[in-house]
Nanobody, 135 residues
Framework: QLQLVESGGGLVQSGGSLRLSCAVS????????IAWFRQAPGKEREGVSY????????ISSPAVEGRFTISRDNAKNKVYLQMNSLKPEDTAVYYC????????????????????????????WGQGTQVTVSS
């Protein structure tokens, strides 16, 4: 049973940066693809960034491409989301999630990737961390 715990959220001004961390435990030596999702008040949860189990492949949604970078350190069992040039519309609760059902990196472009890689594919979720960007 995997456990995921997010940290690093907070209040930041527009244009600022934050780095979120996702600590993964219970892996028993296996590594799984991880994604970051976010949910703003009154909106559906949306995928933000995705990284393969090895960390060699990653992708981000068009809304954050060029501003957010996902990375992982498997030796530390951690996945990170570096968020730069933050905007008020990035305000949301951010979740990391692991999937055991995706074994290869999907060959889709960023404009459709997160329409196809959706919540039900992810088996394990963290509790979320709040990110608030003030204007």
């Amino acid at each position: 049973q995997l456990q995921l715990v997010e940290s690093g959220g907070g209040l930041v001004q527009s244009g600022g940066s934050l780095r979120l961390s996702c600590a993964v435990s219970g892996t028993t030596g296996h590594y799984y693809p991880i994604a970051w999702f976010r949910q703003a008040p009154g909106k559906e949860r949306e995928g933000v960034s995705y990284i393969s189990s090895s960390g060699l492949d990653s992708i981000s949604s068009p809304a954050v491409e060029g501003r957010f970078t996902i990375s992982r350190d498997n030796a530390k069992n951690k996945v990170y989301l570096q968020m730069n040039s933050l905007k008020p519309e990035d305000t949301a609760v951010y979740y990391c999630a692991a999937t055991t059902s995706i074994t290869t990196f999907p060959p889709w472009t960023s404009d459709v990737f997160f329409d196809l890689i959706t919540d039900p594919l992810f088996d394990f979720w963290g509790q979320g961390t709040q990110v608030t960007v003030s204007s």
